[in-house]
Structures are given as structure tokens and as C-alpha cells.
Nanobody, 118 residues
Framework: VQLQASGGGLVQAGGSLRLSCTASGRTSSIYALAWFRQAPGKERDFVTGINWSLGLTYYANSVKGRFTISRNNGENTVYVQMNNLSPEDTAMYYC????????????WGQGTQVTVSS
């Protein structure tokens, strides 16, 4: 599976962005897709994820109520609508997949930069 992330950019605090992650290849092997982010000098953290077939969603506490993950299985694309952004959301955002429950995440996309100015 190959992942292509897009949608990042520069936005002012309080603004919104929508990230996209499109999967290609053997998409039938996807169990779940998730977004992670990594700020300079910090570890990569889980942001949000979605079960590929059931649509169950998961969020980090820091983004609950502000970010919404959704999927368009027909287009093999997962979206993250990010609202009320703050400078603390500034990071490189990556998408990745699981091939099964409890499997490690892999097939990392190239990342898309989100920068929120104060």
C-alpha cells in the first residue's frame, strides 16, 4: 500500500485545514488508517484514526472536539477536518495504515506540514 498525504499549509490560530490521505495498491489489506504528527524536537504522536471497514474513529484527547476524521472508501481516501487550530498543532502530519488489529503502523506517507501562526 502506498499513501499520499496532502492538505497542509499555513493558517492563523482559530483557522481550519483539511488533510487528505489517499491509499493506492493493495487497499484490501487495510484494517485501519491513522494520522500522526511530529513537531520539531518532539516524538511522533497519534492524532486520530479510523477503522477502514467499520468506520470506527479514535482521537487523541488534544484534538477531540476540534478534529474530525472521515473516509471515502470509494476513493480510498481518509480526510481530517481540523478546526480551531492553535500553534500547538504545528507539526508534520503523517498518515499510516494497520493491516490488522494491534499490528504496527506502516506504509507511512511522505507527510504534510501544518503551521499555525499566533
Amino acid at each position: 500500500v502506498q499513501l499520499q498525504a496532502s492538505g497542509g499549509g499555513l493558517v492563523q490560530a482559530g483557522g481550519s485545514l483539511r488533510l487528505s490521505c489517499t491509499a493506492s495498491g493493495r487497499t484490501s489489506s487495510i484494517y485501519a488508517l491513522a494520522w500522526f504528527r511530529q513537531a520539531p524536537g518532539k516524538e511522533r504522536d497519534f492524532v486520530t484514526g479510523i477503522n477502514w471497514s467499520l468506520g470506527l474513529t479514535y482521537y487523541a484527547n488534544s484534538v477531540k472536539g476540534r478534529f474530525t476524521i472521515s473516509r471515502n472508501n470509494g476513493e480510498n481516501t481518509v480526510y481530517v477536518q481540523m478546526n480551531n487550530l492553535s500553534p500547538e498543532d504545528t507539526a508534520m502530519y503523517y498518515c499510516a495504515i494497520q493491516s490488522a488489529a494491534n499490528a504496527p503502523f506502516g506504509s507511512w506517507g511522505q507527510g504534510t506540514q501544518v503551521t499555525v501562526s499566533s
